[in-house]
């Protein structure tokens, strides 16, 4: 499988890519001779939401469509760079008039709606810190996040308020809470479309220093709570040369990605790195559906898009006839993220669309794409392709020393490339973690091939990724435990042919409790309402023990060997 090869001749692409030569430009490219790619201020000020939106709406694009948005309703908007301009001005001054500052926690719980991305965009321009909810998270999600950053104002609807209504009371640092749909202003919760009819068109954007923070997503690890990952406005420099090379963008593209904001790849590729290549986005509210989403590839005359692995499964699954019955010659590059995309996804692609799906590689923490395959460049279906220009790519061992080609070891990835997570959210110690021996430890296992191609092997700790989201174990346990039939519970991914992992839960009922189907699904709306709608276990098994050390840790590596009928390995730690 590893021999094969899609061989690319670019003269045969319909485009020919921003990328001509991937070889070449590696070799020669550094970091600060691309400075001249984004748009400075003066004394070396930079602000990521004045390169993608006003660097274009001041100049040639300013009538150009940035925005198309289509409702979960059917409703259909346009905004050109000129109006995303307006807008996200008029936000800042909102933001303004509420006392934010340089730094503050401004948070969006929305969903994908053109509200969220100007007032993204407005929150950038202030020079305080956005941050982003999925709107599919619980009651414990939200307070978890809103809590440790001690966001001061939160922009929802009246539908997601409710969630946040249950966990106000244990946020004393959220001073507003501004609402999308409602007209009513009180002293806490106002109306968006009041402050925003007052509000002034004209905003001087805030001249930040290149490290100074622009946003932040939470994100799972093995342990804990989950971390505060937060993002310097010089990403944007990685995020526009990145989106130019691998998602080959330039701004006759109708480019669609089908991520959300609440995930890294909605803020990097949806909003930034795209639109300051001047490209136009598609947005779709809702959700997905197999018919829906060719529809909407055709309908917009979509040229690029970026998908998941799990969508492109689903819609293999949905059948070849599909596709067929609409016209999708304009689609010239497909690319997708998230978890390791199966060589048969790669050539479905060539098969359905003429053009392989373009595996890439990176992570919240990344804030860009590090690792990729190129239109200029061969495929190797299953391989994750080569690094970026300008990223040094390795694998280490856990000491931090590069192993020689075709050997399984930490993907690591040399310091300094510019959209590289600028800090942990007040945990200093997780931040240095990351690194080991000058390298930045990504936490997957995988190998290089003699040619320069990284291959996924898998995690090297038990975060599962589940139809591409990212959950951590812990989180998961914390929500069960909760639940008042249980006193413990073990949680691991267990594979899953169309969502890469499930959730599996093994879980200890209190004396006198019964597992059965009723308690189960009872279980599993329990943790969809408090901590996320993806985030729930879809099996659980009712166990008498669990496997822990001697100090009381459950040993998820144990249930994991179990499930699959693989060796548990070393047991000497584990309790008797
Ligand atoms: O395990 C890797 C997997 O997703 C993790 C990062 O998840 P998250 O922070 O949610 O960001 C995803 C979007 C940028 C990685 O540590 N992953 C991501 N891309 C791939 C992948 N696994 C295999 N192949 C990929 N292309």
Known sequence: MKNEVIEKDIKKLSKEPNLKDYAATYKLFNWKAAYQHIDWFPKGKINAAHNAIDRNARGDRKSKVALFWEGSDGEKRKYTFLELMELSNKFANVLKTLGIERGDR?????????ELYYGFLGTLKTGA????????????????RLQNSAARILITNKDLKERVDKVKDKLPRLEKIILVDSDKNTDYVLSLTKLMEKAPEDY??????????????YTSGT?????????????????????????????????????????????AYEILGTWSNGAATLVYEGRFD???????????????????????????????????????????HICSVGEPLNPEGVKWGKKVFGIPFHDTWWQTETGGILIANYPCMDVKPGSMGKPIPGVVAAIVNDKGKVLPPNNEGNLAIKPGW?????????????????????????????????????????????????????????????????????????????????????????VILKPGEKGSDKLLEDIQKYVKKHLAGYAYPREIEFVETLPKTRSGKIVRRFLKAQEMGLPIGDTSTLEE
């Open 106 to 114: 401004v948070f969006f719980f929305l969903p994908r709606i053109p």
């Open 129 to 144: 810190i956005a941050g982003t909810l999925f709107a599919a998270f619980g009651e414990q999600a939200l307070l978890d």
């Open 204 to 217: 001087k954007v805030a001249h930040m220093d290149p490290s100074d923070p622009a946003f932040m997503l």
């Open 223 to 267: 342990t804990g709570k989950p971390k505060g990952v937060i993002h310097q406005h010089l990403a944007i420099l990685h995020e526009h040369m990145s989106a130019k090379w691998v998602l080959d963008l330039r701004e006759d593209d109708i480019y669609w990605c089908t991520a959300d904001p609440g995930w890294v790849t909605g803020i």
């Open 290 to 332: 197999p018919e829906k989403w060719y529809d909407l590839l055709q309908e917009y005359d979509v040229t690029v898009w970026y998908t998941a692995p799990t969508a492109v499964r689903l819609l293999m699954a949905a059948g070849n006839d599909l596709p067929e019955k609409y016209d999708l010659h304009q689609l010239r």
């Open 418 to 506: 510019p959209s590289m997570m600028q800090q942990i959210w007040r945990r200093p110690q997780k931040y240095e973690s990351y690194f080991v021996g000058g390298w930045y430890i990504s936490g997957d296992r995988a190998l290089q091939d003699k040619d320069g191609y990284f291959w996924f092997i898998g995690r090297a700790d038990d975060v599962i990724k589940t139809a591409g989201e990212r959950v951590g174990p812990f989180e998961v346990e914390s929500a069960l435990i909760e639940h008042p039939s249980i006193v413990e519970a073990g949680v691991i991914g267990k594979p899953d042919p169309l969502r890469g992992e499930i959730i599996k839960a093994f």
